[in-house]
């Protein structure tokens, strides 16, 4: 297992890649790309993600560690990034790879569901208009029960 906490981009095709010719014996390899997304009511000019360090790859660990002791896989990629972060730039890079490709899908998507409502990351919208903390969205807390 690989988890990345950075503020520098990565190259998701190169990342893939990597991650794809470094499996051996497996049958799957998803992978899932978070990209910062202008906002439908305002004119997103930035986020800023902030994050304490130790910790957050801390969290991150054992998210990875419960997704791997819930669906057969051969290796986990997670790659955050922190800092200041413009519309279009990559954010998060999910990669599973397992011999079938059902646990390969749902492992990846039980770490998408849970670094969007449960790392600790801290985000900052800005607007044009306006400076505001990211808070829980009803539908991602409604996607983590089904993992329970």
């Known amino acids: 297992?690989?988890?990345?906490?950075?503020?520098?981009?990565?190259?998701?095709?190169?990342?893939?890649?990597?991650?794809?010719?470094?499996?051996?014996?497996?049958?799957?390899?998803?992978?899932?790309?978070?990209?910062?997304?202008?906002?439908?009511?305002?004119?997103l000019s930035y986020m800023d993600i902030e994050h304490y360090p130790g910790m957050t790859e801390k969290a991150i660990y054992k998210i990875t560690d419960e997704a791997a002791n819930r669906w057969s896989l051969g290796d986990i990629l997670v790659i955050h990034r922190y800092g200041r972060l413009s519309t279009d730039d990559l954010i998060m890079m999910v990669a599973t790879a397992s011999k079938h490709r059902k646990d390969a899908f749902e492992a990846a998507e039980f770490l998408?569901?849970?670094?969007?409502?449960?790392?600790?990351?801290?985000?900052?919208?800005?607007?044009?208009?306006?400076?505001?903390?990211?808070?829980?969205?009803?539908?991602?807390?409604?996607?983590?029960?089904?993992?329970?």
């Open 1 to 43: 297992m690989n988890v990345r906490v950075q503020t520098e981009a990565f190259d998701f095709g190169l990342e893939a890649n990597n991650f794809a010719t470094a499996q051996t014996d497996m049958g799957a390899i998803v992978t899932f790309l978070g990209i910062v997304r202008n906002l439908e009511e305002t004119n």
């Open 112 to 148: 998408m569901d849970y670094l969007k409502s449960r790392a600790p990351f801290w985000k900052k919208e800005a607007t044009d208009q306006s400076q505001d903390w990211v808070v829980s969205k009803v539908e991602d807390e409604s996607a983590l029960k089904k993992w329970q």
